[in-house]
């Protein structure tokens, strides 16, 4: 039987996605540069054959190494992949328990934007909203396992942020 990584496209999609686990299909065609038709021929293959797992959710299908990340860490890093969703657990990390009129403050969205993306966060299990009176107060709930996400995958983020959230964290120890 044949290695199903022996052709130079199959063996470089796999590459992209252990490299960077999370990225969905349209970002694999950016960073391969081949056409659609045969980036999903491939990635279906690579699928079929439990190389790569698929998870569709959201009009994304993202892509994962087989049987390399847990379903929770899967979870975490389908929102690290998002640009507001990461700037928000980031902020969480480093601000446990703000309020959302506090991470309004610290972005340039809107409240229903932000309030859209806090909702997703916590729906997907990442953050907690506990509820005191009026106010919610949000955390990051596995903070050691969404730092260690980022530290591991901090160069396939491309955000200065992530850059300085992992040199901080790193210096506390």
């Known amino acids: 039987m044949p290695d199903p990584l022996d052709l130079a496209n199959r063996k470089r999609l796999f ?20 056409p659609i038709g045969v ?16 998870e569709k959710a959201e009009n994304f299908s993202r892509y994962y190494p087989g049987g390399q990340l ?57 953050v907690s909203a506990e509820k005191r009176g009026r106010e919610s107060y949000l955390r990051v709930m596995n903070p050691d396992m969404v730092a260690d996400l980022l530290i591991v995958y901090r160069r396939t983020f491309f955000d200065k942020l992530v850059d300085e959230f992992v040199a901080r964290y790193t210096e506390r120890d």
């Open 39 to 54: 980036l999903e021929y491939h990635l279906n293959y690579l699928v079929q054959k439990e190389l790569l797992t698929l």
């Open 70 to 126: 847990s379903k929770d860490k899967q979870r975490i890093l389908s929102v690290l992949r998002q640009e507001i969703p990461r700037g928000v657990v980031l902020y969480l990390l480093r601000n446990p328990g703000s309020t959302h009129t506090e991470l309004l403050n610290s972005f340039t969205i809107s409240g229903g934007t932000l309030s859209y993306h806090v909702k997703k966060l916590t729906t997907k299990g990442v």
């Open 15 to 34: 590459e992209c996605v252990r490299d960077c686990p999370g990225l969905h299909f349209r970002e694999i065609q950016r960073r391969t540069g081949l």
